[in-house]
């Protein structure tokens, strides 16, 4: 279906003027409301079909299948992928290196053309793409809506920013000499997105990889295979040679592995957890038989992230910012803030409004668009209720702690908040990826701080405060990638907030901003006599 509420307009192969943000969608607005029920029926008739690899541009099948489930729903299949295997890694791998020899040798302009065409076709189904969303993986409307937004983003700034790459210029020119500095293509890389942000990841790693001329096997998570799969159909009608982008759903476990450690793969582009990322990492250190190169890889990992309330604190502010960032898609982003440190002379006047306003959030199907929806699958679930029980050895439980039954046997879970938990405890520590929030007191200002860096990570982190010396303070100690003053610290936003963190949370890759695609070239300096 079009979505016609969009006022931004239909984009085109050539980029109109400065990049600007793709607005969200209102669905207080009746007519929004309706188009978005209407989405939702219209996947709904799609769900269960079939989806092949895709290898070079031709479809395959294999023995093993990949069935997606609604998280909501687990009875109801969503599409059945094929499941690629060892012995498919180095089919994809032909098929990349192949397409590769063209592919790099395009114009910037016309990799970049592709982007904007595949974007405008997103801006168009956008509502179509957020539906397929809600049904994979559980996300509310204004989740799904965001997570669209925010892939148009990618493909819109990434093809500006190729092409201010391919004008680059060395800063001198020399006496006699014509200087030249090309940014060229790595290669072939792995792309294995997570499932949390199954467009807006997906797309934006993908589309950075190929936009600056390299080719990609794309590993989608098994919890997310379809939205990738619909995408990789948007890529082929907006011109997409075959081979580009091979999709290749399979486990990471054997395909996956395969890959990371082919000695023809340049690079690995992973969002996920911290245990595989490292994995990964140290997958492809390895030097093998045939390889000419260091691997390169760009990675997006974990957080335990934290929002420091001060006593000077607008503390309504503060609770809807908390809320809105612990609780927002169940949890499940590495942004999410899962620690409130809040200073001791505010600290019970905080708690009790936190337990009022999370009262207030609704548990219940996506489709419905309650506040909270599922977990993403029975692991998961259990992974969560376990470290409930630990937190209720650890602090004092406010709010939630259980798993609601509900009519369809969905993954739920209530949005649970322990307060006077101690810095070092485990749910304090540990990325949970759910909807748990830690309640931290903080002895003074300094204290908080220390709080906050305490853990491995260093991703988000947000500071509500009215005071101009705290703000420049933390600027320069709060030790996180992305850093906020009174605002939640989740929502990144393509342009204005590069993203990527510190430490455990990765290699501050700061997608979304002007130096991403360096990661995926390599500098060339070419000089000519006169």
Same mark, same amino acid.
């Given at each position: 279906?079009?979505?016609?509420?969009?006022?931004?307009?239909?984009?085109?192969?050539?980029?109109?003027?400065?990049?600007?943000?793709?607005?969200?969608?209102?669905?207080?607005?009746?007519?929004?409301?309706?188009?978005?029920?209407?989405?939702?029926?219209?996947?709904?008739?799609?769900?269960?079909?079939?989806?092949?690899?895709?290898?070079?541009?031709?479809?395959?099948?294999?023995?093993?299948?990949?069935?997606?489930?609604?998280?909501?729903?687990?009875?109801?299949?969503?599409?059945?992928?094929?499941?690629?295997?060892?012995?498919?890694?180095?089919?994809?791998?032909?098929?990349?290196?192949?397409?590769?020899?063209?592919?790099?040798?395009?114009?910037?302009?016309?990799?970049?053309?592709?982007?904007?065409?595949?974007?405008?076709?997103?801006?168009?189904?956008?509502?179509?793409?957020?539906?397929?969303?809600?049904?994979?993986?559980?996300?509310?409307?204004?989740?799904?809506?965001?997570?669209?937004?925010?892939?148009?983003?990618?493909?819109?700034?990434?093809?500006?920013?190729?092409?201010?790459?391919?004008?680059?210029?060395?800063?001198?020119?020399?006496?006699?000499?014509?200087?030249?500095?090309?940014?060229?293509?790595?290669?072939?890389?792995?792309?294995?997105?997570?499932?949390?942000?199954?467009?807006?990841?997906?797309?934006?790693?993908?589309?950075?990889?190929?936009?600056?001329?390299?080719?990609?096997?794309?590993?989608?998570?098994?919890?997310?295979?379809?939205?990738?799969?619909?995408?990789?159909?948007?890529?082929?009608?907006?011109?997409?040679?075959?081979?580009?982008?091979?999709?290749?759903?399979?486990?990471?476990?054997?395909?996956?592995?395969?890959?990371?450690?082919?000695?023809?793969?340049?690079?690995?582009?992973?969002?996920?957890?911290?245990?595989?990322?490292?994995?990964?990492?140290?997958?492809?250190?390895?030097?093998?038989?045939?390889?000419?190169?260091?691997?390169?890889?760009?990675?997006?990992?974990?957080?335990?992230?934290?929002?420091?309330?001060?006593?000077?604190?607008?503390?309504?502010?503060?609770?809807?910012?908390?809320?809105?960032?612990?609780?927002?898609?169940?949890?499940?982003?590495?942004?999410?803030?899962?620690?409130?440190?809040?200073?001791?002379?505010? #600290?019970? /006047?905080?708690? !009790? @409004?936190?337990?009022?306003?999370?009262?207030?959030?609704? +548990? &219940? $199907?996506?489709?419905? *668009?309650?506040?909270?929806?599922?977990?993403?699958?029975?692991?998961?679930?259990?992974?969560?209720?376990?470290?409930?029980?630990?937190?209720?050895?650890?602090?004092?439980?406010?709010?939630?702690?259980?798993?609601?039954?509900?009519?369809?046997?969905?993954?739920?879970?209530?949005?649970?908040?322990?307060?006077?938990?101690?810095?070092?405890?485990?749910?304090?520590?540990?990325?949970?990826?759910?909807?748990?929030?830690?309640?931290?007191?903080?002895?003074?200002?300094?204290?908080?701080?220390?709080?906050?860096?305490?853990?491995?990570?260093?991703?988000?982190?947000?500071? #509500?405060? /009215?005071?101009? !010396? @705290?703000?420049?303070?933390?600027?320069?100690?709060?030790? +996180? &990638? $992305?850093?906020?003053? *009174?605002?939640?610290?989740?929502?990144?936003?393509?342009?204005?907030?590069?993203?990527?963190?510190?430490?455990?949370?990765?290699?501050?890759?700061?997608?979304?901003?002007?130096?991403?695609?360096?990661?995926?070239?390599?500098?060339?300096?070419?000089?000519?006599?006169?």
């Amino acid at each position: 279906m079009t979505a016609t509420f969009v006022s931004t307009p239909a984009g085109s192969r050539v980029p109109r003027g400065d990049f600007v943000n793709e607005p969200f969608v209102d669905f207080k607005a009746a007519g929004n409301a309706r188009a978005m029920e209407s989405a939702l029926e219209e996947a709904a008739f799609h769900l269960g079909r079939e989806y092949d690899l895709i290898l070079g541009g031709r479809r395959m099948k294999t023995a093993e299948r990949i069935h997606s489930v609604n998280p909501a729903r687990p009875s109801q299949v969503v599409g059945v992928h094929q499941k690629a295997g060892i012995e498919h890694a180095q089919l994809a791998m032909d098929a990349a290196l192949d397409a590769f020899e063209s592919w790099s040798r395009t114009t910037a302009e016309q990799r970049a053309g592709v982007l904007l065409a595949a974007a405008e076709r997103l801006r168009r189904r956008k509502l179509e793409f957020a539906a397929w969303e809600t049904f994979e993986v559980g996300k509310n409307w204004a989740e799904a809506d965001a997570d669209v937004g925010e892939a148009i983003d990618f493909l819109e700034f990434y093809a500006r920013q190729a092409l201010r790459l391919a004008a680059a210029v060395p800063p001198i020119q020399y006496p006699g000499e014509r200087d030249e500095l090309l940014y060229i293509p790595l290669g072939v890389g792995a792309v294995i997105p997570p499932w949390n942000f199954p467009l807006a990841i997906m797309a934006g790693m993908t589309a950075a990889s190929i936009v600056t001329g390299n080719t990609v096997v794309l590993k989608p998570s098994s919890d997310a295979p379809t939205v990738a799969a619909k995408f990789v159909e948007v890529l082929e009608e907006a011109g997409l040679p075959d081979g580009v982008v091979n999709f290749c759903p399979g486990s990471g476990a054997s395909f996956g592995n395969a890959i990371v450690e082919h000695p023809s793969t340049r690079f690995i582009a992973f969002t996920g957890s911290k245990a595989v990322g490292l994995e990964i990492h140290e997958r492809a250190a390895r030097v093998r038989p045939g390889q000419i190169w260091i691997k390169r890889t760009i990675l997006e990992m974990g957080g335990k992230d934290a929002i420091l309330v001060c006593e000077d604190a607008d503390l309504d502010a503060a609770v809807e910012g908390v809320t809105a960032s612990a609780f927002g898609f169940s949890g499940q982003k590495c942004s999410a803030c899962s620690r409130a440190i809040v200073e001791a002379p505010v #600290y019970d /006047a905080f708690v !009790e @409004r936190l337990r009022a306003r999370v009262a207030k959030l609704t +548990v &219940g $199907n996506p489709a419905a *668009n309650h506040n909270l929806g599922p977990v993403i699958n029975r692991a998961a679930l259990e992974s969560i209720l376990g470290y409930i029980e630990t937190g209720k050895k650890e602090g004092r439980l406010i709010a939630g702690g259980h798993a609601p039954a509900m009519a369809d046997g969905g993954y739920y879970i209530e949005p649970t908040v322990f307060a006077d938990v101690l810095p070092d405890a485990l749910i304090a520590q540990q990325e949970i990826f759910g909807p748990v929030l830690a309640v931290i007191k903080a002895g003074s200002f300094e204290d908080g701080l220390a709080i906050a860096n305490s853990t491995e990570y260093g991703l988000t982190g947000a500071l #509500y405060t /009215a005071s101009r !010396e @705290r703000i420049d303070r933390a600027r320069r100690e709060f030790h +996180v &990638g $992305n850093l906020y003053f *009174n605002r939640k610290c989740t929502g990144a936003m393509v342009g204005a907030h590069p993203f990527g963190g510190f430490n455990m949370s990765g290699t501050d890759s700061k997608a979304g901003g002007p130096d991403y695609l360096y990661l995926f070239t390599q500098a060339k300096s070419v000089v000519e006599k006169l």
